[in-house]
């Protein structure tokens, strides 16, 4: 997602699921805490334990 933004040929990305995994991901993603990002995977485990 990061390098597609970068580009400049999109400004804008939705980004549901990777929001609820990984709460901090639009601020891990600026300070380029790329090794730190909980990775969406489709589950919905993170939905359903509420630990989101």
Known sequence: ???II???VWDLIGA?????ADPFLPR???EGR?????EC???DVC???GDG
Do not use: N, T, V
């Open 41 to 43: 995977i489709g589950c």
């Open 16 to 20: 549901a699921r990777p929001s609820i």
């Open 6 to 8: 970068a580009s400049g």
């Open 47 to 49: 939905i359903m334990k």
């Open 28 to 30: 891990k993603i600026e």
């Open 34 to 38: 790329y090794d730190e990002i909980r």
């Open 1 to 3: 997602m990061a390098e």
